[in-house]
């Protein structure tokens, strides 16, 4: 059974940044697995921005890319998403977790862009 937990979330001004990070308590070997950063906005299903491999490659939507980066400290288990050039779009509360297997969601942190 996972458990995630995902912090750095705040309230921001349009072109500001912000640093996630999403820790996984897990019996899984962390660097075997893709992770992702997904995102849900009020009234939207939920997506995903950014996905990372255990050696590093990393996918972005396009939404953020150019933007957004993620990484990851295997050695933490812990992934992260480093957020430039926020915008009012951006809102939304954000998510880590395991991606293409089957896994519990964390708790998210909320990410707000005033403009």
């Known amino acids: 059974q996972e458990h995630l937990v995902e912090s750095g979330g705040d309230l921001v001004q349009a072109g500001g940044s912000l640093r996630l990070s999403c820790t996984a308590a897990s019996g899984r070997i962390f660097s075997n697995y893709v992770m992702g950063w997904y995102r849900q906005a009020p009234g939207k299903q939920r997506e995903l921005v950014a996905d990372?491999?255990?050696?590093?490659?990393?996918n972005y939507a396009d939404s953020v890319k150019g933007r957004f980066t993620i990484s990851r400290d295997n050695a933490k288990n812990t992934v992260y998403l480093q957020m430039n050039s926020l915008k009012p779009e951006d809102t939304a509360v954000y998510y880590c977790?395991?991606?293409?297997?089957?896994?519990?969601w964390g708790r998210g942190t909320q990410v707000i862009v005033s403009s």
């Open positions: 990372i491999t255990g050696w590093g490659h990393t």
């Open positions: 977790n395991f991606v293409a297997v089957a896994a519990s």
